[in-house]
């Protein structure tokens, strides 16, 4: 079993910044893929960006060059930092892995961005 709990989101006008945390209740040192999500009010859930053990990102077209993911494994912990939000990036955001095949996600943090 595995918990995962995000953290971070809130309130932000556009063109801010916030940086989300997702923290595991085991180590993921040796968990291949950590993964962001989100869910827009309406809308399915959409991948947002992944990294790997070793740190290497990969990201949706969408958020490119504005989501910035990272792990650290010492911390058992995922960050997503977001700037230049968007009223389009309101959702609400997941935390998933995969571990020992089994899919686990977090409750989400919800962020909106509004004036």
């Known amino acids: 079993q595995v918990q995962l709990v995000e953290s971070g989101g809130g309130l932000v006008q556009p063109g801010g910044s916030l940086r989300l945390s997702c923290a595991a209740s085991?180590?993921?040192?040796?968990?291949?893929?950590m993964s962001w999500y989100r869910q827009a009010p309406g809308k399915e859930r959409e991948w947002v960006a992944s990294?790997?053990?070793?740190?290497?990102?990969n990201y949706a077209d969408s958020v490119k060059g504005r989501f910035t993911i990272s792990r650290d494994n010492a911390e058992n912990t995922v960050h997503l930092e977001i700037n230049s939000l968007k009223r389009e990036d309101t959702a609400v955001y997941y935390c998933?892995?995969?571990?020992?095949?089994?899919?686990?996600w977090g409750k989400g943090t919800l962020v909106t961005v509004s004036l």
């Open positions: 990294v790997e053990t070793a740190g290497t990102p």
């Open positions: 998933k892995t995969i571990y020992l095949g089994w899919p686990y």
């Open positions: 085991i180590s993921i040192f040796s968990i291949d893929v």
